[in-house]
C-alpha cells in the first residue's frame, strides 16, 4: 500500500483499519470469505486497465490477446470444477448471473416459482423489490412449518398449480441440504425450467460435500466469493444446448465490458478450488458447522430447523426476547461479526428480525476447528444470555481479540 499511502492517505487510512477488524475479529456471516494472497494480487493488478467487450476470440477492441487466455483459463478450469459443458464467467454478482438466465428465457410478464426471501430465498429470486418482481409473475413455495425443511410434495404441488416457466431452487438462508435432482424432476413434469442458484455452497458442490446442480438442472448460476473463496463476482454454467443463449443475455443483453481483473482472479479462485487441499478444506467448513450449531443448541438456543447440513446456520432468538438487530449490534461490539436474517413465520420487519444468520467459511480459512467453534459458541451464548451487560461483552471482546492474533487472515 505504498503507494496509495502516499496518493490518498485517507483512504489507505481506511483500509488499514478495515484490515485491523478483519484480522482481529471473527467473521461469522455465512456469505463472506477470506481470499488468498494471489487472489488478491489477480484483483489489483494491471487487467483492471482496458474494455475487453465480447468473447475470447470475438472482442470489440484490439490488444485483447491475453485477456483471452485469461478468460479461457477461467472458463475452462470451472468447467472441469464442477463438470460443466459450458461456464461463462462474465457476470458481475450472483444477482446478474440469475438476470441472464430469465432474460434468456423468459419473457417479461412470465412466472418464475422460487423460495420466498422472509424462509430462505434470495431478492433476486423474485423479491417486490427486485427487478425479478416488477419484471415477472412469482409464486413462493417456503418451508414445512414443523420441520422447517423443503417439502418437494408441497412444491410439485405449487409447480403444476401455478405452471411456471423457470423454477428457482437455492437459498441464502437455508441450512439443509437440497434436492436438486427432485426439483429438476418437478420442473420436467410442468415442461419448466429449473435454475440452481449455489452461490452459498458452490465449494461444498464443487467438492462433493453437497449434491452438485451441474449437469443435473438446466442452468446453475453462483457467485465466487462465498464457500468458493474467490473475488466478489459470480458465474453460470449450464449444458452446450443453452450456452448460445446464455452468452448473448450476459453480453450484450446485460453487461458491457467484463471486469477482466476479477475474470483474472476468478481463474486463480477455480486454480486453488481444484487442489485436494480445498476439499479437505471444504469438510473443514462442514464440520465446523455441525459444532459450533452443536454448541449453541446444548447452549439452550433454537436453530431453525434444529441444526445444519451445510456451513451456515439460523438461529431463532424469540425465546430470548431478544432481535436480531440487538444480537448483531452486541456481538459486533464482541468483535463477533454477524447478521440479522428473518426466520421461518417472520413477525418483524427484515430491518429488525427475530433472527441471526451464522456460518463457518471465513473462520475455517483462517485454520480455526472444532476446538475454536465450541469455544465461539460458548461466547456467542455468553454473549446473548447477557445482552445488555457490557462488562460481559468487553470480556468477550478480550478473549476474541486473543484467539483471532493466533490465526493468519490469509488461506495459503
Not at 76 to 85: D, I, P, S, V, W
Not at 269 to 292: D, G, H, M, T, W
Request: hydrophobic share 40%; with cysteine; proline share 4%.
Amino acid at each position: 500500500m505504498s503507494y496509495l499511502s502516499k496518493t490518498d492517505p485517507e483512504i489507505a487510512d481506511i483500509i488499514e483499519k478495515e484490515r485491523l477488524r478483519q484480522q482481529n475479529g471473527l467473521e461469522l456471516i455465512a456469505s463472506e470469505n477470506l481470499v488468498s494472497y494471489a487472489v488478491l494480487e489477480a484483483m489489483g493488478s494491471i487487467m483492471t486497465n482496458k474494455y475487453a467487450e465480447g468473447y475470447p476470440g470475438k472482442r470489440y477492441y484490439g490488444g485483447c490477446e491475453f485477456y483471452d487466455m485469461a478468460e479461457n483459463l477461467a472458463r475452462e478450469r470451472l468447467k472441469k470444477l464442477f463438470g460443466a459443458e459450458h461456464a461463462n464467467v462474465q457476470p458481475h454478482s450472483g444477482t446478474q448471473a440469475n438476470m441472464a438466465v430469465y432474460f434468456a428465457f423468459m419473457k417479461l410478464g412470465e412466472k418464475i416459482l422460487s423460495m420466498k426471501l422472509n424462509q430462505g430465498g434470495h431478492l433476486s429470486h423474485g423479491s417486490p423489490v427486485s427487478f425479478t418482481g416488477k419484471f415477472y409473475q412469482v409464486a413462493q413455495y417456503g418451508v414445512d412449518p414443523k420441520t422447517e425443511m423443503l417439502d418437494y410434495g408441497i412444491i410439485d404441488e405449487m409447480a403444476r398449480k401455478e405452471k411456471p416457466q423457470i423454477i428457482v431452487c437455492g437459498a441464502s438462508a437455508y441450512p439443509r441440504t437440497i434436492d436438486f435432482k427432485a426439483f429438476q424432476e418437478i420442473a420436467d413434469g410442468v415442461g419448466a425450467y429449473c435454475m440452481a442458484d449455489i452461490a452459498h455452497i458452490a465449494g461444498l458442490c464443487a467438492t462433493g460435500i453437497h449434491p452438485n446442480s451441474v449437469g443435473v438442472v438446466n442452468f446453475t448460476t453462483t457467485t465466487t466469493h462465498k464457500t468458493l473463496r474467490g473475488p466478489r463476482g459470480g458465474a453460470i454454467m449450464c449444458n452446450n444446448e443453452y450456452a448460445q443463449a446464455i452468452d448473448k443475455a450476459v453480453f450484450p443483453g446485460m453487461q458491457g465490458g467484463p471486469l477482466m481483473n476479477t475474470i483474472a482472479a476468478k481463474a486463480v479462485c477455480f486454480e486453488e478450488a481444484l487442489k485436494p487441499s480445498f476439499k479437505e478444506y471444504s469438510k473443514q467448513i462442514v464440520k465446523n458447522a455441525r459444532v459450533l450449531a452443536g454448541t449453541l443448541t446444548d447452549n439452550g438456543l433454537r436453530l431453525v430447523s434444529g441444526g445444519t447440513d451445510n456451513h451456515l446456520m439460523l438461529m431463532d432468538l424469540t425465546e430470548q426476547g431478544i432481535t436480531g438487530l440487538e444480537a448483531e449490534v452486541a456481538l459486533g461490539k464482541a468483535g463477533i461479526t454477524v447478521n440479522k436474517n428473518t426466520i421461518p413465520n417472520e413477525t418483524k420487519s427484515p430491518f429488525v428480525t427475530s433472527g441471526l444468520r451464522i456460518g463457518t467459511p471465513a473462520v475455517t480459512s483462517r485454520g480455526m476447528k472444532e476446538a475454536e467453534m465450541r469455544q465461539i459458541g460458548t461466547w456467542i451464548t455468553k454473549v446473548l444470555k447477557d445482552i445488555h451487560n457490557e462488562a460481559v461483552i468487553r470480556e468477550v471482546h478480550t478473549d476474541v481479540t486473543m484467539m483471532a492474533s493466533r490465526f493468519t487472515l490469509h488461506p495459503e
